[in-house]
Every structure is written in C-alpha cells, then in structure tokens.
C-alpha cells in the first residue's frame, strides 16, 4: 500500500495518551456521536476512545445484546462514559426510519455521523426490501440513515458553531469492482454475481456517496465535512463469510498489511476528530494519510447518477411497504 508521506501522523488509537493537555477539560465534551455498528471490532474500538473523548456516544447495531455488553465494556474502564444504544439492521430501510426516528426522538444534538457497518463476501440474496444484500447494507442504508439525520446535523453545526463530520468507512477493496463501478442495471441479478466484486461495488459506493453528499453540503454553505476512509486490513467478524479471505486480501494488496483493532480504529478517530482536519471534505484517508482513490470513486458523473439510483431503490421501497 502507497502513501505520499505528507501529513503522517503518529496515532495509537487516536492519540489518547495522558498528556497534560488531555488533562484539561477536553473539548469534544459536548459533541454527540452517533456511530453506526459499535458492538464489536473497529467499531467498539472507535466507541471506547470517543467516549474516553468526553464524546456522548450513540451505539446504533442490529444485535442489540452485543451493543448492550459493548457498552458495559466501555463503562467498566470508564465510568463517566456517555453511552447508549438503538437498534439498528441496514439492510431494513424500515429499520433504518425506525432508528432515525427514535434518535431525533431523544433531542440531541449530532455533531459526528460515523457510519461503520458493512458485510463482506456473503452469497447472493436480496434484503428484505429486494435489494442485492451487500449493497443494501453497506450503501444504501447508510445513505438513508445519513439522509434521514442530515437536518439534525444542519441545526447542530449552526446553532454550535462546531464543524459536524461524516465519516464513510470504505476500504482499500473499493478498486475490485464490476466493470463501470456499478451495476445500475443488473443490481439485482444472481446472474454474473461475484461476493468480492459486489462487495468492492459496495465500498465504491461509499466513497462516491461521500464525495457526492461533500459536494452538495459545500455548494450549501453547510458546516459540515464528509470525508471516507480505508481503516486498513483488520480480522474481524466481518470476515465470517469467506475461508479464503486472507488468499483474496493477500492478492488484493499484494502484501501482508494485516493490523490489530486499535490500529484499524486509528483512521476513523483521526478523520472524526483531528482538528488538522477543519474543513477538509471529499477526501479519502487511509492510515491517517489522504490519499487519492481509484479513479472511478472521483467520477463526479458516476457520483450523481449512484445518488440518484440510491434515491429512486429507497423511494421503490417505501412504495412497495405502503402497497403491502
């Protein structure tokens, strides 16, 4: 893996060393964080060093029972966290509403949006909402849920004078994709399915809806950052799909580049939080270092046509629930 050597930055888990400066009354105090899937690997990392932050964090996960024990994880090494959980499945867009609706419930601020979740190499099958599996759960209900918050992170930027920052956790895979990036037409088909190449399809689309939703919010005057990132090659559960995993990354990368979960985390916390970062959107980072992505994930035509698909499979959806 390649870096261009600027802006490197030594962090062990975002820095959380107990430096006299992280002594004082620690500025991210009064930001809410809303991370999607924080019950266990990254994601958990990436909860316990914001809490550790002063950071009020919000667990969204599908497995309710593991984002309870995260949080009791957290709390067990830190008592004074800020912690709490809602439950969320992104491959249900009727989860998703749900999820939104109860967080805008609670009357929170939202300073941060970190969406984390994904699946990876699973075999083919539609969600319940009759979308290719690996897209729906890694693109398209992060998008609505991202959608759905947006306003809420509108208001807070505005009323705090604080940067809100979204953070799309892609990876380094989003280069192993079907030709043309996405599949428009043939989202939906068994026929010419590949797990790998639907998974990079997926992780392509984060970048891009990041990159797109930048664009937007910047043309807005909108105070808010959207940047996506490779967190680096980590053994997770996610992986639980594929016993030839290693082989297929190995190939991918060309070198072993494996990292533990701290390290994996690192990134995430560094584009959420390092005020380096002010005002930078659109980027990508990996090993808290921008770096440029594969060249489809800077096609601004292939942006905006992938936003307005997401669009019309979201409004599809709610269409068909109304009609059941």
């Known amino acids: 893996m390649q870096h261009d050597g600027s802006k490197v930055i030594s962090l062990s888990t975002c820095d959380e060393g107990g430096s006299s400066k992280r002594k004082k009354k620690d500025k991210q105090q009064d930001r809410v964080l809303q991370l999607v899937r924080g019950a266990s690997g990254i994601g958990l990392e990436t909860a316990r060093v914001l809490a550790l932050r002063n950071a009020h964090v919000i667990i969204a996960a599908r497995n309710m029972n593991a984002a309870k024990e995260a949080k009791e994880m957290i709390l067990k090494d830190n008592k004074s966290a800020r912690i709490d959980v809602l439950k969320l499945d992104l491959s249900s867009l009727t989860s998703v509403r749900e999820c939104a609706d109860k967080f805008l419930a609670l009357n929170l601020p939202l300073n941060i949006l970190i969406n984390n979740a994904g699946i990876m190499f699973c075999p083919f099958q539609l969600s319940e909402d009759g979308v290719e599996l690996q897209f729906a759960t890694n693109h398209l209900g992060h998008f609505l849920f991202t959608n759905l918050l947006l306003d809420k992170m509108k208001q807070t930027a505005k009323e705090t004078g604080i940067e809100g920052r979204i953070v799309n956790l892609s990876s380094i895979a989003h280069l192993h994709t079907y030709p043309g990036g996405i599949r428009f037409d043939k989202i939906n ?50 992986m639980r799909h594929s016993y030839f995993l290693m082989r297929f990354l190995n190939l991918l990368t060309g070198l072993l580049l494996w990292k533990n979960v701290p390290q994996g985390a690192a990134t995430t916390c560094y584009v959420a939080l390092h005020p380096q970062l002010k005002g930078e959107t659109g980027k990508y980072y990996v090993d808290c270092n921008e770096l440029e992505p594969y060249a489809l994930a800077k096609d601004e035509e292939l942006g905006k046509k992938l936003w307005e698909f997401s669009e019309s499979l979201v409004n599809s959806a709610t269409k068909l629930k109304q009609i059941n």
Do not use: F, W
């Open 189 to 238: 088909d068994e026929d010419g399915y590949s797990d790998k190449r639907a998974y990079g399809q997926s992780k392509l689309a984060n970048v891009l809806h990041a990159n797109e939703l930048s664009r937007g919010l910047k043309a807005e005057g909108a105070n808010i950052t959207v940047n996506s990132l490779h967190p680096g090659l980590i053994m997770t559960n996610l």
